[in-house]
């Protein structure tokens, strides 16, 4: 209770920051509440303290020149820019005790045009979804992960973004993901798109599913236009389907893109000569948007 008090008596001690119009200032305090976050013992004070953080977030993206401030300096969080500067995500997590994880993530678009920046906060709504891998999801229902590449996706209708991330789903499975980000008419994010054929069937998302202590590559490889992943096998006999005890059996399948703007499916790709130039950057966690907890989880 002496922890919260003391916290209390911080964010005041700051609440004239918003008052000025410094963004530098924003930033000073984004960075300090950060990593009190990150060093909370406390379950209901780091609670407290995300709270504080999300406002402190949203604050600041509907500051002027926000959109071109890079929050590089915060730490453990990611802000991922568009390859097109069209939007930047902002995406962090918070331990949730016993290996759980909840996420968190902003949108800022930007119209050059316009010279007008519009924010968008996420909900993370993966725990009420039934096969995800199907549905499609906006702001208020979005499949919560930590994302570290975006990659535009022209079709004939739009120009789509496709997202890699992380989630570490549960104490005993961790989960790769590959979402697609769109811009409806009114401007509003939407998630998932049928472009992905895997197993006879047509998904708007897919899901990799492993073991906590296994490591997945997931990555896009620009030259051959393929997302390169590694091929999960269950590493034990008899558990098929039990994702707890699946990994990589150091072969690698992907999803090519088409034409259309689908992805298809091909397998047993050969990347030996790619893994072999400096250019190959298989994702590990210090690439990854996450809280210090998460360091020896993958």
């Known amino acids: 209770m002496r922890k919260i008090y003391l916290f209390i008596i911080f964010l005041f001690s700051t609440s004239t920051i918003y008052a000025q119009e410094s963004i530098e200032d924003q930033v000073s305090f984004l960075k300090a509440l950060r990593l009190r976050m990150i060093n909370a013992q406390d379950e209901e004070l780091l609670a407290l303290q995300n709270d504080t953080f999300r406002i402190a977030i949203r604050n600041f993206l509907n500051t002027d020149r926000s959109f071109f401030t890079q929050l590089d300096s915060v730490s453990f969080i990611g802000d991922l820019y568009a390859p097109d500067n069209s939007f930047r995500i902002i995406n962090w997590n918070i331990p949730k005790g016993e290996g759980f994880y909840a996420y968190y993530a902003f949108i800022?678009?930007?119209?050059?045009?316009?010279?007008?920046?519009?924010?968008?906060?996420?909900?993370?709504?993966?725990?009420?979804?039934?096969?995800?891998?199907?549905?499609?999801?906006?702001?208020?229902?979005?499949?919560?992960?930590?994302?570290?590449?975006?990659?535009?996706?022209?079709?004939?209708?739009?120009?789509?973004?496709?997202?890699?991330?992380?989630?570490?789903?549960?104490?005993?499975?961790?989960?790769?993901?590959?979402?697609i980000l769109y811009f409806n008419g009114r401007g509003e994010p939407k998630f998932g798109v049928t472009h992905f054929k895997l197993n006879r069937r047509m998904q708007r998302r897919v899901i990799f599913k492993y073991a906590e202590d296994a490591f997945?590559?997931?990555?896009?490889?620009?030259?051959?236009?393929?997302?390169?992943?590694?091929?999960?096998?269950?590493?034990?006999?008899?558990?098929?389907?039990?994702?707890?005890?699946?990994?990589?059996?150091?072969?690698?399948?992907?999803?090519?893109?088409?034409?259309?703007?689908?992805?298809?499916?091909?397998?047993?790709?050969?990347?030996?000569?790619?893994?072999?130039?400096?250019?190959?950057?298989?994702?590990?966690?210090?690439?990854?948007?996450?809280?210090?907890?998460?360091?020896?989880r993958e």
Request: hydrophobic share 30%.
């Open 108 to 179: 800022q678009t930007h119209d050059k045009k316009e010279k007008t920046t519009t924010v968008f906060e996420l909900h993370d709504g993966k725990s009420n979804l039934n096969s995800p891998e199907y549905k499609t999801l906006d702001a208020d229902s979005w499949y919560g992960a930590l994302y570290y590449e975006i990659i535009p996706n022209k079709t004939k209708k739009r120009t789509e973004y496709i997202l890699l991330g992380w989630d570490g789903a549960s104490p005993m499975l961790n989960s790769k993901i590959i979402d």
């Open 216 to 296: 997945m590559s997931l990555r896009y490889h620009p030259k051959k236009e393929m997302i390169v992943f590694d091929h999960l096998v269950p590493m034990k006999d008899g558990m098929d389907g039990i994702y707890e005890f699946y990994g990589p059996d150091f072969t690698y399948d992907a999803f090519k893109q088409k034409r259309d703007g689908s992805w298809e499916f091909v397998e047993q790709i050969d990347i030996r000569q790619e893994k072999n130039n400096k250019n190959w950057n298989s994702p590990t966690r210090k690439n990854l948007p996450a809280s210090s907890s998460e360091s020896n």
